[in-house]
């Protein structure tokens, strides 16, 4: 089985041009990012509904991802505090690759 992640935002967070160019431009460089340990890009929507508990509509833009099981780092550091040491060297080598493939895909 596999397993997704979905980025909702309503559309009150990207009602104007400058944050909906925010929010694509966000897409844009994780699609551009093929690294292991950066999330993937699935598909995009601009023009998302949701159906509320109440049964209204509303607009929403959002973004399907492969779902990462352990979450985000943030996380993970709110929960348990502080790493031990090779732990942190293995998260902050993870970040340092991924920021360097983001670097090289975007010129």
Avoid: D
């Amino acid at each position: 089985m596999e397993w997704h992640a979905i980025k909702v935002m309503k559309e009150q967070q990207v009602n104007t041009p400058e944050k909906l160019a925010y929010f694509m431009n966000e897409v844009r460089l994780l699609a551009m990012c093929p690294s292991k340990h950066v999330v993937e890009i699935l598909s995009v929507s601009i023009s998302g509904t949701i159906v509320t508990p109440a049964g209204r509509k509303k607009p929403v833009v959002y973004y399907v991802m492969c779902y990462a099981k352990h979450g985000e780092i943030y996380r993970l550091v709110r929960e348990t505090g502080r790493f031990a040491e090779t732990l942190a060297r293995t998260f902050f080598l993870q970040l340092l690759e991924g920021t360097v493939v983001a670097r090289r895909s975007v010129g």
